[in-house]
């Protein structure tokens, strides 16, 4: 009886499906393409192939040199919803600009050459979309390098682990760690009202487009359906050149979105934070490989950008080793700042640790001599906590046998206890194995003895779970979390 209602339900679904596919509002992608012929085909095919069917795809040929413009034109013979513009080239916000005038859907989306969009993500978003009449939905996206789909960076994570519906800039202000133009969708009478344009040059412009999106918005969805997926490559400005122009790119985008949010404080300052966490974190580690012009800029941009975050939340959100350099940044000592990122002075997880008045403080570089206030060593509460994860599995009949390292970092345990949750039967746990080894970038290694632990689990071979939780106990130090398990 229950197999006959399924049955049921999906006879009345389809027809129901697909008169929604027909009758949806039409969603337009407009995809700028510049000498994109080796990703091209794989792009339009995903706009093509995923699952809402009410769409129309704008292909702006940005003066290519290689045969994308054949290309585009091949797939809109293939496809009527597939449009191909041509013009010189004038950059990609030109050509973004030039999509959306030809556009006609009643909804926008943006899909660059080299990316993909996913078969599930846009029609969730668009649903959600003509459901509660909001201006603009997110989608998390994940990253793609060489074949490998990885998943999202942990923030995008976590802000989209928070599905939200009609919700507006002041009340989820994490929307703005989602700072991509692209895996948005936008209603196009919104995007007209609120004057939303690409700049001509764009490089890191994208920001503050979606900044002054989300400030407008009168309501704003959060997908927790990856919608997009964003390919990285070396080449991309927007995505880890050590340049002057790239670094002096990214700090542009970062001083007009706080421009654009001054009008509300609070979130402005939220916004900052975020930076300093995140996108100004991204840019000083590979201070190892940038230039004297490169270094400048940072000194002569990053104290401002610190003065505009919280200081309350900055001391306790900004993990120690950043707040270290952003304060050898505020003086200016370019011999000091390169002695302490060539001494490894990013990585705190390579020095010892100790407690002083201040707290639990990072012995970094520079410690007790440089003109950094020792508040400034001190580790955040997410630095302190302990790590854990499952290094090797085998099976030893019907158990299951676990390499588990777990540490505190920048800890030399004394007197370590492990305990092991999980929805096996225990059979023990004993010190047991290789220690955790903490390897810098440079290849300088960091050894934390008893760190290594056997754990066995009865009779779960077959069945086995798919991760643990562990607690560490270190004298008067005690840390709980859970990893996964290597399938």
Known sequence: MAR???????????????????????LSIVVPVLDGAATLDECLLSARRQDHRRVEIIVIDDGSTDDSLERARAHARADRRVAVLSQPHAGVG?????????????????????????????????????????????????????????PPDPWIETLHARPARHVTLQERPDLLLNEIACGKIFRRAFWVSAGLSFPTVLLAGDQCVT???????????????????????????????????????????????????????????????????????????????????????????????VEAAPSDRYETEVPAEYRVLYALLAVGDRATIRRYVQAEGMQPE?????????????????????PVPPEAYVLTAGQAEVQAVVR????????????????????????????????????????WGEPHVSTSRQGAQRRYPGSGWSVTLSGVARRAPRQITVTLTDGAREGTTTTRIPA
């Not at 009345?12 to 027909?22: G, H, N, S, T």
């Not at 010892?352 to 001599?369: D, Q």
């Open 94 to 150: 030109e050509a973004r600009r030039a999509g959306v005038e030809r556009a006609t859907g009643a909804f926008l989306t943006f899909l660059d050459a080299d990316d993909t969009v996913t078969r599930r993500g846009l029609r969730a978003a668009m649903e959600v979309l003509e459901w509660t009449g909001s201006d603009v939905a997110v989608m998390p996206y994940q990253r793609q390098e060489g074949a490998v789909i990885a």
């Open 4 to 26: 006959l209602r399924r049955r049921v339900r999906r006879a009345i679904a389809r027809p129901l499906d697909r008169w929604r596919q027909r009758s949806g509002p039409l």
């Open 211 to 305: 900044a002054k999106a989300y400030r407008d918005a009168h309501g704003i969805d959060i997908s927790e359906v990856v919608g997009y997926t964003w390919r990285r490559q070396e080449t991309s400005m927007s995505q880890g050149q050590v340049t002057a122009e790239a670094v002096g790119a990214r700090l542009d985008a970062i001083d007009a979105v706080l421009a654009l949010l001054e009008p509300i404080p609070q979130i402005r300052a939220e916004r900052a934070l975020q930076y300093l966490r995140h996108n100004v974190a991204g840019a000083v580690l590979i201070l190892e490989q940038a230039d004297d012009d490169y270094l400048e800029a940072l000194v002569r941009r990053v104290p401002a950008i």
């Open 350 to 370: 390579m020095h010892p640790t100790g407690i002083e008045p201040a707290g639990l403080t990072a012995y970094l570089p520079g410690w007790g001599h440089d």
């Open 392 to 431: 090797t599995v085998h099976q030893d009949g019907t158990n299951l046998v676990l390499g588990v390292e777990a540490w505190f970092p920048g800890v030399d345990l004394v007197e370590p206890l492990l305990s092991v949750k999980t929805d096996g039967d225990l059979v023990d746990v004993v010190q």
